[in-house]
T-cell receptor, first 116, second 114 residues
Framework: AQTVTQSQPEMSVQEAETVTLSCTYD???????LFWYKQPPSRQMILVIR??????QNATENRFSVNFQKAAKSFSLKISDSQLGDTAMYFCAFMFPETGTYKYIFGTGTRLKVLA | DAGVTQSPTHLIKTRGQHVTLRCSPISGHKSVSWYQQVLGQGPQFIFQYYEKEERGRGNFPDRFSARQFPNYSSELNVNALLLGDSALYLC?????????????FGSGTQLSVL
């Protein structure tokens, strides 16, 4: 069975500083994708960044980057130059294709608070 | 362009009742999926529909059902509500049913079962 573990329930960071959110996963699948989603108080989940498992290069999106360690099954998110608008719940998600469809498995989330 | 819209935003029901939640995908998106997010947890996959056909089902009892209409909007139905069904129900749409499609989420329906 696939599992996603986020071991940090809450984190805080000073504005303009850098913070890293941890995520580990367990799977026997060889073809999969990993995601970080952000859920602000508005409740709408927003895609932050995506990583294909077959790509060795770590994904980056502006201030957001990942450290993907496939052998260790680790997928951490680094947020540089943190902004107040980054305050939200962050969910790590694992997605794998299944016959005719795909399945997402989400972690339990990390609540990030950016302090002024 | 309008994003994914869900209605209602909040709902209060009592045990044993039935509920219908609605979702309108982004225009042009043919795939809709439903997730249940219990307080303090991550979203759990319930259903995926693509081109009006069920493509995937999570580990939920038969009290949960869904359908997709010709205009690609979708309904999630839950019968015989239990207290444990209290949760935020999220709908997500994507352009295709394929594995690499990015999900676009709505703001959810908060269901409280008393």
């Amino acid at each position: 069975a696939q599992t996603v573990t986020q071991s940090q329930p809450e984190m805080s960071v000073q504005e303009a500083e850098t913070v890293t959110l941890s995520c580990t996963y367990d799977t026997s699948e060889s073809n999969y994708y990993l995601f970080w989603y952000k859920q602000p108080p508005s409740r709408q989940m927003i895609l932050v960044i995506r990583q294909e498992a077959y790509k060795q290069q770590n994904a980056t999106e502006n201030r957001f980057s990942v450290n993907f360690q496939k052998a260790a099954k680790s997928f951490s998110l680094k947020i540089s130059d943190s902004q107040l608008g980054d305050t939200a719940m962050y969910f790590c998600a694992f997605m794998f294709p299944e016959t005719g469809t795909y399945k997402y498995i989400f972690g339990t989330g990390t609540r990030l608070k950016v302090l002024a | 362009d309008a994003g994914v819209t869900q209605s209602p935003t909040h709902l209060i029901k009592t045990r044993g009742q039935h509920v219908t939640l609605r979702c309108s995908p982004i225009s042009g998106h043919k795939s809709v999926s439903w997730y249940q997010q219990v307080l303090g947890q991550g979203p759990q996959f319930i259903f995926q529909y693509y081109e009006k056909e069920e493509r995937g089902r999570g580990n939920f009892p038969d009290r949960f059902s869904a359908r997709q209409f010709p205009n690609y909007s979708s309904e999630l139905n839950v019968n015989a509500l239990l207290l444990g069904d209290s949760a935020l129900y999220l709908c997500a749409s994507s352009p295709l049913g394929g594995a690499v499609s990015k999900l676009f989420f709505g703001s959810g329906t908060q269901l409280s079962v008393l």
